[in-house]
Structures are given as structure tokens and as C-alpha cells.
């Protein structure tokens, strides 16, 4: 089912603007930077700092959590090595494929972000959900990948959430 998904979005939903756009997109979660940087800014502002600490938080449980333990448990190929009559928009990526860590990366920032402010969460979870959808659009993910990269970046959040709550309940 999810090769019939990775095929059915490169035939259906292709096009030249999508084709430019995506790439763009996906870069914004390339090695978690755009995360990371809005991160340490959010910490240089003192109303802003636990935001900012929390995701820190989540994002370090994703690396830890889905780039350390669960990519090489599972082991999964990336799409494209199954389908080599795809044509990528970007350059072939290494590693595994299972979870996405783009997507586990953005919703763990973006929801972070959310339990801090309604709008800038929103702006936050949106930035993530297109983060998302170029990676299967750009056929380097399955959709259970990007499912579970949902899943666990949102687990992450709590989880620093429930951290950086005991840390500041200590401190302040």
C-alpha cells in the first residue's frame, strides 16, 4: 500500500510549481535547522524561554529517539530504491527511511511552539504539515514514515513539555 501511495502522488499530484516548491520546502527541515535556529531564538527572549527550551527538549528526544534507536531497529529502504522509474527532484538521501525524521523534527518544534502561543502554533504546525507532504512528494518517504514521524515528534513535545515543566517548577 504505501509504494501504491509514493506512485499514485508522483503520476497525480506533480506539477512544474510543486516540482520547484517542494524541494524548497524540505530544505527548510534539512538536519532540523530551521527548528533549531527559531529554537535558540526563542530562548534569547526571557517570556519566550521556556518555548524555546521545550522545543530544544523535543528535538534532542527525536534525534535521540528516532535517529538513534528506531531508523536502525527498523532498517527501512527509502521508497525510491523500489521504484527506480521515479525521477527525484532532489539528490538521493541516505540512511533510512522509517520515521521521517523531517516530519518527527517539525511537529515536535511546531507543537512546542503551540503550547505556548495559539497563533504562532498554528503558523508553526502548518510550516510542519508542508515539511511533511514534500517529503512524500518528493518520493523519499512512505506515508507511514511521515505518520509515525507525527507521531513521534507530538510524543516528544509532551514529553519535553512534562520535562521543562519540572525544571521550571524547581527553578522558579
Known sequence: MDLAIVSWVAEHLHTPFLDWLMPQITRLGDSGMLWLSLSFLLLLHR?????????LIALALVLTV?????????GRARPF???PE???????ETGFSFPSGHTAS???????IRFA?????????VFAAAIAFSRLYLS????????AGVLL????????????DGIYSKWH
Open 117 to 125: 502561543s495559539k497563533n504562532g502554533g498554528r503558523i508553526a504546525l
Open 47 to 55: 517570556r519566550t524561554r521556556r518555548t524555546g527550551l521545550t522545543s
Open 153 to 164: 515528534g507530538c510524543l516528544c513535545a509532551y514529553a519535553a513539555r512534562w520535562l521543562t
Open 106 to 112: 517539525s511537529f515536535a518544534s511546531a507543537l512546542s
Open 66 to 74: 528516532g535517529l538513534g534507536v528506531l531508523k536502525p531497529l527498523i
Open 81 to 83: 530504491t523500489h521504484l
Open 140 to 147: 523519499v518517504h512512505y506515508l507511514t514514515d511521515i505518520l
Open 86 to 92: 521515479l525521477t527525484l527532484l532532489i539528490p538521493p
